[in-house]
Structures are given as structure tokens and as C-alpha cells.
């Protein structure tokens, strides 16, 4: 059995060398409670920034591992282009299943955002919840990093969030062909995909001002989580990240 992967913070001494690290909170307790570790096992730790580390828990306490760091490389298992991809907050655990699909896929950053027709709603719990559900798939599909999910609560907002992102892409359910051909997706790449209501015409205006080419994804009307997932999937692929 590999290491077991955890999300810690790694800092340096002076001479570079990486200081103990200690594993606390939900990763201590799934470490400790659910995975039954104790001192003497040896885990791999992310730091987020690419890099993994060996590392042997030295000591157990009440509510915290202390992890002594034997050895790190550079994750090659990271994503080279960087994609973007903005969903719009969707129903029930919709959202969830998106985050994980897209960690899995090899997305860099996730953006939820509020439109028009979308019905779902967020809060500080449901967003704690998602990044959650970002470093789970990270740890499961053996990232380096979990990526982050922000949300905006306004469209537009989410649409300027990609301005320095010079391949923007949008699945529009109303176009009848795509602007651009999808083999031809340069990165760094934002895609933009909408909520169960889709879009009205005022924000798939909104959307070409910003830059935005429409895209189609077939004749067939997707369900929000399927355009997300295919989307992306072909996106990846035309950047040789898939295969
Ligand atoms: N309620 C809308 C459909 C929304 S589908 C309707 O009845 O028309 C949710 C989102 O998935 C859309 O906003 C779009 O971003 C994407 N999508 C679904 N099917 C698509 C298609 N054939 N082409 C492009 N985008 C699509």
C-alpha cells in the first residue's frame, strides 16, 4: 500500500532544510481516527505547491501528529496547462460531483458562480464543503494539489475573474455551432458552463464583451453536470492532458 496523502503546511529552516511538520484538524483526525496511524508510519505530504514530501510520524499528541519530512520530489502527476473552469452553483450535491470530477480531470481552478436562471444557492458552508470535496479528489487521483473554489455572486464578476485567461470558451446552449474549433484550445483556458436554468441572452452578451467565444456541445440539450464534465474533458484532451 502506497503512503497515505495528507494537506499540510511545510515551512523551511534558515539552511532550507524543511522544519517538523504537524498534522492537525480534519487531517489529523482522519489520519488518527479513520486511517488508524500512529507513531513510526510513514505518509506523503502536499504542501499544495506541487511538491510531495515522505515524511514518518514521530510523535502522536492529543490533537496533532509531529511529522519528521525524510525526503520530497516534484509531483509529476500536476497538470501543465492551466484550465479554468466557471459552473454555475447547481442543486442538491451537483456542485460536489462537478469539483470532483473536475479535480480528477486535471482542472487548475474552479469558480461557482450565481446567474439569472440558476436556483441553487451558496453560503460559507456549502464553499468549505467544496474545497473539502477538491482535496479529497486531489489526494484520491494522487494530485499535488487540490485546486481552489471560489464563488461569485455575481455573473459578471465571475466572467472578469478570467480576463488574463487568453482562451475563453463558452458552452452556450443557444449556439448553433462553435465559434472556435475545440481542437484548437490554447492555455491558459477559462470555460464557462451554466447552471440547470442556463443562460439568459443578456449574459451570453455580457459574455462575448468579455472576450468569450460561444461554443456548442452537440445538438443535445446536457444536463448542467454532464456539459461541465464533457466540456472540460474535451478541452483537456485538445491540450494533451488526457491520454
Ligand atoms: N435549461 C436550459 C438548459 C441548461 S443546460 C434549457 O432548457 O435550454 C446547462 C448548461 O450546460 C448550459 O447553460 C450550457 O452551458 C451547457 N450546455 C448544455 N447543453 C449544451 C449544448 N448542447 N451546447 C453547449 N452548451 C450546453
Same mark, same amino acid.
Not at 502527476?77 to 501543465?80: D, G, M, N, S, V
Given at each position: 500500500m502506497p503512503p497515505k496523502r495528507f494537506f499540510a503546511d511545510v515551512t523551511f529552516s534558515k539552511d532550507g532544510s524543511p522544519n517538523e511538520v504537524s498534522l492537525t484538524g480534519d487531517e489529523f483526525n482522519h489520519a488518527k481516527n479513520v486511517l488508524r496511524l500512529s507513531a513510526g508510519d510513514e505518509v506523503t505530504l502536499l504542501d499544495g505547491s506541487g511538491t510531495e514530501y515522505s515524511a514518518i510520524i514521530a510523535r502522536a499528541e492529543k490533537s496533532r501528529f509531529l511529522l519528521h519530512i525524510t525526503g520530497e520530489r516534484r509531483s509529476d502527476?500536476?497538470?501543465?496547462s492551466d484550465v479554468y473552469l466557471l459552473v454555475g452553483a447547481l442543486k442538491g450535491d451537483k456542485t460536489e460531483l462537478v469539483v470532483q470530477k473536475a479535480v480528477e480531470l486535471g482542472v487548475s481552478r474552479i469558480g461557482v458562480f450565481s446567474s439569472r436562471y440558476c436556483s441553487a444557492y451558496m453560503n460559507e458552508n456549502k464553499l468549505e464543503r467544496l474545497n473539502r470535496v477538491s482535496k479529497e479528489a486531489a489526494k484520491q487521483c494522487l494530485r499535488a494539489a487540490a485546486p481552489e473554489i471560489v464563488y461569485f455572486d455575481r455573473f459578471e464578476d465571475a466572467l472578469r475573474s =478570467? !480576463?488574463?485567461?487568453?482562451c475563453k470558451l463558452f458552452a452556450c446552449e443557444? =449556439? !448553433?455551432?462553435?465559434?472556435?474549433?475545440?481542437?484548437?484550445t490554447c492555455a491558459p483556458a477559462a470555460l464557462v458552463v451554466g447552471s440547470e436554468g442556463g443562460f439568459a441572452e443578456e449574459e451570453f452578451a455580457l459574455a462575448k464583451q468579455c472576450g468569450f467565444a460561444a461554443m456548442s456541445l452537440g445538438k443535445r440539450i446536457l444536463r448542467a453536470e454532464t456539459a461541465a464534465i464533457a466540456f472540460l474533458s474535451v478541452a483537456l484532451y485538445a491540450l494533451g492532458e488526457l491520454g
Open positions: 502527476k500536476e497538470p501543465k =478570467a !480576463e488574463a485567461y487568453p443557444f =449556439a !448553433e455551432k462553435s465559434e472556435r474549433r475545440m481542437e484548437e
